[in-house]
């Protein structure tokens, strides 16, 4: 069973950078598909982007597509999402999630580890 540690949040201007990393152990990193995912206060938690075990195939919801790039290093079991031009509505607790399916999936249900989350913050 594959553990998750998120981490990389913070507190930024609009229009700023971050880059989130999702470090993965106790597992075959390269049998899951991994995915982001984000929950605002008061709102349910959404997808953001996916990428498939070899890397070569990514999923993005359309209000971070152009902004926001999801990539992995199957050597260093890490997940990483950079996250460009930033918005105040981009503000919530930002998940990493694994899953067993055989593609990328948007859907919540279709990951079955995550991690405990991070928080990214955009001031306007």
Same mark, same amino acid.
């Given at each position: 069973?594959?553990?998750?540690?998120?981490?990389? @949040?913070?507190?930024? !201007? #609009?229009? %700023?950078?971050? +880059?989130?990393?999702? *470090?993965?152990?106790?597992?075959?990193?390269?049998?899951?598909?991994? @995915?982001?995912?984000? !929950? #605002?206060? %008061?709102?349910? +938690?959404?997808?953001? *982007?996916?990428?498939?075990?070899?890397?070569?195939?990514?999923?993005?919801?359309?209000?971070?597509?152009?902004?926001?790039?999801?990539?992995?290093?199957? *050597?260093?079991?890490?997940?990483?999402?950079?996250?460009?031009?930033?918005?105040?509505?981009?503000?919530?607790?930002?998940?990493?999630?694994?899953?067993?399916?055989?593609?990328?999936?948007?859907?919540?249900?279709?990951?079955?580890?995550?991690?405990?989350?991070?928080?990214?913050?955009?001031?306007?």
């Amino acid at each position: 069973q594959v553990q998750l540690v998120d981490s990389g @949040g913070g507190l930024v !201007q #609009a229009g %700023g950078s971050l +880059r989130l990393s999702c *470090a993965a152990s106790g597992g075959n990193f390269m049998a899951y598909i991994m @995915g982001w995912f984000r !929950q #605002a206060p %008061g709102k349910e +938690r959404e997808f953001v *982007a996916g990428i498939s075990r070899r890397g070569d195939s990514t999923l993005y919801a359309d209000s971070v597509k152009g902004r926001f790039t999801i990539a992995r290093d199957n *050597a260093k079991n890490t997940l990483y999402l950079q996250m460009n031009n930033l918005k105040p509505e981009d503000t919530a607790v930002y998940y990493c999630a694994a899953s067993v399916h055989f593609s990328v999936l948007a859907a919540r249900q279709a990951y079955h580890y995550w991690g405990q989350g991070t928080q990214v913050t955009v001031s306007s």
